[in-house]
């Protein structure tokens, strides 16, 4: 076994000093020693046989002039995906009230700008002011943040803000020219000042190498404050989208990046986030055993399939898993 993975003690205790070599050191370990020690670290932080439930909206779709890749929502490719306006906040309200009455805890809305205009900002308050009501933690997704938005989004009440980092500085440019990783270092900078949780991730099997993958995971767990959730999204393909054909990552490769967040961002929340419709329940449940706190649940996330709620919870049911809803009535 790796002698970083010997001792949980001080692995539970967040570092920010990580070296790639250490990362990859962990990463690379035999199989079952990882899986062990990211399961052990887990219940030693975390809940065990808990996964907080989240719904994801898109608020605001397509016409979004970045060139991600892996985005069927940009205005650079033709996907065939029709752009929308931005959703009214009484619509969005009904919305969080279907999420919260099937058991989700967390409303994400996302809305594909590269920016937060200042015009559409007292729309995007009111929608979390209605979520936030309703005893919903919300998240939000809306580009970068300009002087002073992440100070209004959190007197509005908003609890996280999403903005990954979606791959490794050096892949970065592969996948996204019209936004620096500059840029994002700067609205998570932002969202921290406020005040706000940061919600920061990646995607992995874009045709990242395995140095990338833990590039990444390295640049997370280097930021000067953990990000208290940590999606780690499968790359979804999309016809039309430059990143549709990419080679497959094998499963096993994506369980080891669930396990290595787990072990080096011990508090952090990590997330199960896109890619889910293709895995199958095996790598799911291995996934869970690596330490994957939450998924997203609801037949679509923003504009991508996802599994169906029956799906998840015959799953939950199988496998012996509750939502944090259903932990919390049991505590109460």
Same mark, same amino acid.
């Given at each position: 076994?790796?002698?970083?993975?010997?001792?949980?003690?001080?692995? #539970?205790?967040?570092?920010?000093?990580?070296? +790639?070599?250490?990362?990859?050191?962990?990463?690379?370990?035999?199989?079952?020693?990882?899986?062990?020690?990211?399961?052990?670290?887990?219940?030693?932080?975390?809940?065990?046989?808990?996964?907080?439930?989240?719904?994801?909206?898109?608020?605001?779709?397509?016409?979004?002039?970045?060139?991600?890749?892996?985005?069927?929502?940009?205005?650079?490719?033709?996907?065939?995906?029709?752009?929308?306006?931005?959703?009214?906040?009484?619509?969005? *309200?009904?919305? /969080?009230?279907? $999420?919260?009455?099937?058991? /989700?805890?967390?409303?994400?809305?996302?809305? $594909?700008? +590269? @920016?937060?205009?200042? %015009?559409?900002? !007292?729309?995007?308050?009111?929608?979390? &002011? &209605?979520?936030?009501?309703?005893?919903?933690?919300?998240?939000?997704?809306?580009?970068?943040?300009?002087?002073?938005?992440?100070?209004?989004?959190?007197? =509005?009440?908003?609890?996280?803000?999403?903005?990954?980092?979606?791959?490794?500085?050096?892949?970065?440019?592969?996948?996204?020219?019209?936004?620096?990783?500059?840029?994002?270092?700067?609205?998570?900078?932002?969202? %921290?000042?406020?005040?706000?949780?940061?919600?920061?991730?990646?995607?992995?099997?874009?045709? @990242?190498?395995? $140095?990338? &993958?833990?590039?990444?995971?390295? @640049?997370?767990?280097?930021?000067?404050?953990?990000?208290?959730?940590?999606?780690?999204?499968?790359?979804?393909?999309? #016809?039309?989208? !430059?990143?549709?054909?990419?080679?497959?990552?094998?499963?096993?490769?994506?369980?080891?990046?669930?396990?290595?967040? %787990?072990?080096?961002?011990?508090?952090?929340?990590? +997330?199960?986030?896109?890619?889910?419709?293709?895995?199958? +329940? *095996?790598?799911? /449940?291995?996934?869970?055993?690596?330490?994957?706190?939450?998924?997203?649940?609801?037949?679509?996330?923003?504009?991508?399939?996802? !599994?169906?709620?029956?799906?998840?919870?015959?799953?939950? %049911?199988?496998?012996?898993?509750?939502?944090? @809803? =259903? /932990?919390?009535? #049991?505590? $109460?």
């Amino acid at each position: 076994m790796s002698t970083l993975l010997n001792d949980l003690d001080r692995l #539970a205790t967040p570092r920010h000093d990580w070296t +790639r070599d250490e990362v990859a050191s962990i990463h690379e370990a035999p199989f079952n020693d990882l899986i062990f020690a990211a399961q052990s670290l887990h219940r030693q932080v975390h809940r065990p046989n808990t996964v907080q439930k989240s719904r994801l909206l898109s608020i605001k779709t397509g016409g979004c002039a970045e060139d991600c890749g892996y985005c069927n929502q940009s205005a650079h490719f033709d996907t065939g995906l029709k752009a929308s306006k931005l959703m009214d906040p009484e619509e969005v *309200e009904k919305k /969080a009230i279907e $999420a919260k009455n099937s058991g /989700a805890t967390r409303f994400c809305m996302g809305a $594909a700008w +590269r @920016e937060l205009k200042e %015009r559409d900002e !007292p729309k995007i308050h009111d929608m979390i &002011r &209605r979520v936030k009501g309703l005893g919903l933690e919300t998240c939000m997704t809306l580009g970068m943040l300009g002087d002073g938005q992440a100070e209004r989004l959190a007197e =509005a009440g908003l609890d996280y803000y999403n903005h990954n980092l979606d791959t490794s500085p050096e892949y970065y440019k592969q996948i996204i020219t019209t936004r620096t990783w500059d840029d994002r270092i700067d609205t998570l900078s932002k969202v %921290r000042a406020a005040g706000m949780k940061t919600c920061c991730g990646g995607i992995i099997g874009m045709g @990242e190498s395995k $140095a990338d &993958r833990i590039g990444l995971l390295t @640049e997370l767990a280097t930021l000067p404050v953990h990000p208290e959730s940590v999606p780690v999204n499968h790359l979804v393909e999309v #016809a039309g989208t !430059p990143l549709s054909g990419s080679e497959s990552l094998d499963g096993l490769e994506f369980v080891r990046a669930i396990a290595t967040a %787990r072990l080096i961002m011990p508090k952090s929340v990590v +997330r199960l986030s896109a890619g889910r419709e293709t895995m199958s +329940r *095996e790598l799911q /449940a291995l996934c869970f055993l690596a330490g994957a706190g939450s998924i997203f649940v609801g037949d679509e996330l923003l504009t991508t399939p996802n !599994p169906d709620e029956n799906t998840d919870n015959v799953l939950f %049911r199988d496998l012996g898993l509750e939502g944090d @809803e =259903a /932990a919390r009535q #049991a505590n $109460a």
